[in-house]
């Protein structure tokens, strides 16, 4: 099994991951780099035989668009719908893929290609990381994913699930090297929130990516809670 590293290794976006064995080519994410123009060169969009998109943001998804209809893109329910909501939003046409349903811990078949999704925790819901066999090679694919969440215990498991041994392991790395933030975990986000809303003296408005459903969930929660601990003192 052969890999290309078209985007993603030098910069943070635009991931492209190509795998060819025996004929066969693979992409894993097809990303619109968040720098560069939209028409720069990228693998020929017609001369591949699936494409596997590990979550819904733009930088992993973002090129979709240039595929020929025929070729098979495999994704969640969750993320074409939210692809989809967000293209109306943004007032560009539907896309026209051939989209086919990823199932998580489910083996998918492309020609020699056996994909198989991990759940992972990210900012976009229904995310996950990929194991790719072929040709007697394992590789995994970990595509964007924290340890931050409500969903944090399914990155942590993937040291200890059924994923086996791995031969290259294609890690991403958006945070290697940066400081400590100031909230810690979306936990402290939420306690941030509550103690902001008790502060306030007017209407508190709240300004995050309409995608990060855990972010909407832990502000509700917040306003739900914050309004009940400071009716009652």
Request: aromatic share 8%; net charge negative.
């Amino acid at each position: 099994m052969d890999w290309i590293i078209h985007r993603g290794a030098g910069e943070i976006g635009g991931n492209c991951l190509e795998l060819r064995h025996d004929g066969f080519r693979l992409l894993v994410d097809y990303g619109q780099p968040l720098t560069g123009s939209e028409e720069e060169p990228y693998p020929p969009r017609t001369e591949v035989d699936g494409v596997f998109i590990s979550h819904g943001h733009q930088d992993h998804h973002g090129r979709l668009h240039r595929l020929h209809p025929r070729v098979p893109v495999y994704l969640t329910s969750v993320a074409q719908v939210l692809i989809e909501s967000s293209r109306l939003f943004m007032r560009r046409e539907s896309l026209q893929n051939h989209f086919l349903p990823l199932q998580a811990l489910v083996p998918h078949r492309v020609g020699p290609f056996e994909v198989t999704a991990f759940p992972v925790d990210h900012s976009f819901p229904d995310s996950c990381a990929f194991r790719i066999r072929a040709g007697g090679k394992t590789v995994f694919y970990s595509g964007d994913l924290r340890e931050t969440g409500n969903l944090a215990p399914l990155t942590r498991s993937l040291s200890r699930c059924s994923v086996g041994e791995v031969d290259i392991l294609f890690l991403e790395g958006t945070n290697l090297g940066r400081g400590v933030d100031t909230y810690q975990d979306e936990k402290a986000v939420e306690e941030a929130f509550v103690e902001g809303l008790h502060g306030a003296p007017g209407a508190v408005f709240l300004t995050c990516s309409g995608q990060n459903v855990e972010r909407l969930v832990r502000a509700w929660k917040a306003d739900t809670l914050g309004n009940l601990v400071f009716r009652k003192t």
